[in-house]
């Protein structure tokens, strides 16, 4: 009888063990379905852009769309200098990188050298919950909060601008820069800040002499991630900084970023195949060229300073 229920037991785990093995024959296809998935999105984005981007090209030269410095093409005469909208993106960038690395950075610092383990644990998902407030909030947040503020300073504010929107981007990209620096920070090995107190050293120079230039790579990376991440910011400045592409660089003034204009365009009555609908794209792989860029040099800076730590 006993024999006979070991066997039982033996046919069960031996069906079982093929099961698995099956899984786990079946489970790398299913993987690389799914990579591949990733993959072929991204390659389908990329040559939408171009296809429809080369049409607008045919039409437009692109020195003129690369160094003239007006913006109407749904004007009477259209004019295709992309300037003003890249001068636009890069104010709101400006501004939001004057808000957030400071506050993202020594946020991190506390975090991973100063707080306690109950207000790490209590600080950082509230910390979390900023990046989790739909940036639609934010537009409204900055236009009927941060530029009643900034005009009861400044009266001469539009109700439009750039220093608005680009406040409030900066607090949107603030969890991210101080999440990755915190991460990087956190990966420092003790045993260098127990060498550095035995030197003497204090808890600051700890943290700015020892620990910062450890985790540089990874805190310049996300400063770079965080700011690839505000220049393609939509919502925000669609709502708060206004549709006035110009190129005087003066923040108290509505601008244009790259994002609002295609989300306005793409809302309007623009013909579909038309020279002015195909700016949309245009813009978009501007856009995705400079944000492509950011993320590589994000890549080439971690890699250069990475230190590895046994």
Known sequence: MKQFKLGKEHNSFMQKKKGNNSLDRLMPIILAII????????????????????????AVSIIEFLTGTEWTPLFADPKFGILPLIMGTFMITLVASIVALPIGFGSA?????YAPKKVRNFLKPILEILAGIPTIVYGFFALTFITPIIKLV???TDLFNALSAGI??????????SSLSEDAMNAVPNSLRYAAYAMGSTKLEVALKVVVPAAFSGIVASFVLGLSRAIGETMIVTLAAGALP?????????????????????QGDTAYGSVEYRTIYAVGITLFVITLLMNIL?????????????
């Open 154 to 156: 400044i009266p001469q």
């Open 246 to 266: 110009n190129i005087d660089f003066d923040f108290l003034k509505s601008i244009q970023t790259m994002t609002a204009y295609i989300v306005t365009t793409s």
């Open 35 to 58: 990579a591949g998935i990733s993959v072929l999105t991204t390659i389908g984005i990329v040559v939408i852009l171009i296809t429809e981007s080369a049409g607008f090209f045919q």
């Open 109 to 113: 610092i506390y975090l991973s050298e």
């Open 298 to 310: 994000a890549g080439y800076i971690s890699r250069k300073f990475r230190e590895e730590y046994e």
């Open 168 to 177: 409030v981007v900066g607090i949107m990209i603030i969890p991210m820069i």
